[in-house]
DNA sequence: CCTACCGATCGGTAGG
DNA sequence: CCTACCGATCGGTAGG
């Protein structure tokens, strides 16, 4: 349907969704600080004060950026958790997802929140973060403790919260930006297809070899 | 000894080596962008062009700070590997002194060479850190290989390089910074002080109850 | 949603 | 190593 024939409130709503989703790419590849309110305008074909009619400032469009995009990663999540599969099958599609639907490498949205945002802002996003990507994973942790295929925090000395923020750690290797030619290091990761399986085997297994220290 | 006894360019040195200190604490804490030329000046007591007769620009200084930093964290890790011990007790080292000396989060680090610096400066850091972090991790692993206390690229489908890479990812949550009060992230990561222990089983072993995975 | 503009701050330079 | 200053860019506002 052509735009001419929205109303005018359904013109904001366009907008105010375009800004969102530039603003989300732009945030996500490049960080709070590095992306200036007059790339996100110009990439949205608006000049920059045109912002502030949508957002009462650049925390405020971040902050609802950050909320919009974790309420999706949640539902996201949570759907992939009711699946009728092994844990580990689930968590491998958890990576798949985030992999390809959250490239916001999650410690560079964790230094974004402590470092650029004022205290309620963090507050706000704290919550979301927490809810939205932490919750759904840790309760698959749990979930395999309860099943018996995964240690209990006695057993392994590890909590399922302190699994899941490592978990995500392991990420962000395979969202980082690739740049025009980084040398070695951009070469040395050739197995972004198989980050799931890489990342879902260290976590269970590890990379011990059980012939020599699995009868101890 | 008085400053006043010192000859003119030991004061020049004492400045310079001054001004890397103070950079690189900011540039660790904060990332490149984050940390302006006058702070760094301020931070040492000067103003800020007195930088510029030490540092070609605000890169050089970066490429400066992070080369001497690599070039410690070298000599470290180098120092560790050579040390009479398993290569799981030697990778608990190399947390450990990671975790306490080399405190910039290397996924930031990543982040800056990437987005900020100039394809010169980052084909620089780029070497710089190949050889100066990857390198010696990457070696440890590859002495468990040799040793077959760990399984090779071809039996767990993971290289040393991307182990190296996904060891060092994990070491970033216990990087960040802290804030005054960010709710129940900073609550929930309560095993700082065992962080070594931690990210090695994994790395080892995964968290996967032998009982019901080993026996298959 | 625009034009026009604000004060603040940035990295960097001139000149001594 | 300083004072003084540059152009560029930042987030944000005024007024329509």
Redesign the interface.
């Known amino acids: 349907m052509p735009r001419s024939q929205r109303r005018h409130s359904g013109y904001e709503e366009e907008t105010r969704s375009t800004i969102l989703r530039t603003a989300q790419q732009l945030f996500m590849e490049?960080?709070y600080?590095?992306v200036s309110t007059r790339r996100i305008a110009d990439a949205c074909g608006l000049t920059q004060p045109a912002l502030y009619h949508h957002f009462a400032d650049k925390q405020d469009l971040y902050v609802a950026v950050m909320k919009e995009n974790l309420v999706q990663t949640q539902a996201a999540l949570e759907r992939i958790a009711h699946r009728d599969e092994s844990v580990e099958e689930r968590l491998k599609r958890v990576v798949l997802y985030l992999l390809s639907n959250v490239q916001h490498?999650h410690?560079?949205m964790?230094?974004d929140?402590?470092?650029?945002l004022s205290?309620s802002s963090?507050?706000i996003l704290?919550?979301a973060?927490?809810t939205g990507m932490?919750a759904p994973i840790r309760s698959l942790?749990e979930e395999?403790i309860q099943q018996?295929?995964?240690?209990n925090q006695q057993?392994?000395?590890?909590?399922t919260?302190?699994?899941t923020?490592?978990f995500m750690?392991?990420l962000?290797?395979y969202l980082?930006?690739p740049?025009?030619?980084?040398?070695?290091?951009q070469h040395?990761?050739?197995?972004r297809e198989?980050a799931e399986?890489?990342?879902v085997?260290?976590?269970?297994?590890?990379?011990?070899?059980?012939?020599?220290?699995?009868h101890n």
């Open positions: 490049q960080g600080r590095a490498d410690t560079q964790m230094h929140i402590r470092q650029e205290a963090r507050a704290d919550e973060f927490q932490i942790f395999g018996g295929v995964l240690l057993q392994s000395g590890v909590s919260t302190t699994a923020h490592l750690n392991m962000s290797q980082m930006q740049t025009q030619h980084f040398g070695s290091i040395d990761i050739p197995e198989r399986e890489v990342i085997h260290i976590m269970f297994h590890g990379l011990a070899n059980v012939h020599s220290t699995c």
